[in-house]
């Protein structure tokens, strides 16, 4: 710029290049924060409000903290992800993790957010996003149980939340145990710590919170690498579940995944898969 040029000149000449380029982004449909919740083309159930199924005791990937607002990793993840395609009222309703695929599918929800993984048989009833999580099922058990591996399962009482991949894991190979299944996590746990369960089969990080919370211990970590984690959504809802990818691919491009994860997955191993391009190997 040069120097003789007013300060005042200066500063109008800013601003009309910031208007310009405002004007250019909104043009180029760089923002898509209006248009879905007008014409409603993402086919919510309440233009302009996502209407999420989820589970309140998933805690650190989903939950209902003291207040009774939801939170953790995929509660985060997803609303970043729903800001960016242009929907920033997202409610957030606790259900029995059974009823959550259900509901999605017959449109009592928009999405399901709750560490929900991927696999063929659930793809039958409802769609996914891509997936954003990778990891464990462990077993967890009390430290007296006398169950210090998979081994020692036969003929102990295994809680499972009904449903879950945990449930179809343990019916397929720990075919020697006796599963109790239960509706939820807390109900769960609350058997292993009472007694009337000898050990809990659950989420590795949802473990992790209950061993430091309840003196628990984690005796075994199936990886269920080939289930990541998927927002998922009814099958005719494709505007959503593309808008819903493009936002998540820039979620994980521009770091906000990794800030997630560390913020609630703090001193666990780091997958690349979602990290920003530059910095996988
Ligand atoms: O398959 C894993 C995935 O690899 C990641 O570790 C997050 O959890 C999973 O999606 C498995 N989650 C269970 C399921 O999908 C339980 C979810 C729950 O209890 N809400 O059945």
């Given amino acids: 710029m040069p120097a003789h040029l007013s300060k005042k000149f200066r500063l109008s000449l800013a601003l009309a290049s910031a208007a310009v380029i405002a004007t250019l982004v909104t043009a180029c449909g760089g923002s898509s924060s209006s248009a879905p ?6 086919g919510l159930i309440q233009p ?3 209407r999420v199924a989820s589970v309140g005791d998933l805690k650190p990937y989903a939950f209902a903290d003291a207040q009774g607002n939801f939170t953790g990793f995929d509660v985060e993840l997803f609303k970043d992800v729903a800001k960016r395609a242009g929907v920033d009222n997202v409610v957030f309703t606790g259900q029995d993790f059974s009823a959550i695929l259900p509901a999605v599918a017959n449109g009592q929800f928009d999405v399901g957010v709750a560490a929900i993984g991927i696999t063929d048989k659930r ?14 099922l462990t077993v967890l058990t009390t430290k007296d149980s006398g169950i210090k591996g998979v081994e020692d399962l036969a003929g102990k009482r295994l809680g499972v939340v009904q449903g879950t991949l945990q ?3 343990a019916v397929k190979n720990f075919t020697t145990a006796s599963l109790v299944r239960f ?10 710590n009472s007694g009337s369960a000898d050990a809990d089969f659950l989420d590795y990080e949802a473990a992790k919170d209950y061993t430091e919370q309840h003196g628990l ?4 970590d199936i990886p269920s690498f080939d289930a990541p984690a998927g927002f998922a959504l ?8 593309e808008a819903l990818n493009k936002a998540l691919a820039e979620a994980m491009e521009d770091g906000t995944w990794k800030t997630l994860y560390q913020k609630w997955f703090p001193g666990s191993p780091m997958p690349e898969q979602y990290l920003p391009k530059a910095e996988q190997t």
Wanted: cysteine-free.
């Fill in 234 to 241: 009814a099958k005719d809802k494709t505007a959503l579940k």
């Fill in 183 to 192: 509706p939820d996590n807390n109900s769960a746990i609350a058997a292993v």
């Fill in 167 to 169: 449930e179809a894991y």
């Fill in 123 to 136: 793809k039958e009833t409802v769609d996914f996003s891509s997936g954003y999580l990778a990891g464990y």
């Fill in 217 to 220: 211990v984690s005796v075994a």
């Fill in 48 to 50: 302009g409000t996502v």
């Fill in 37 to 42: 919740s007008e014409d409603n083309s993402y």
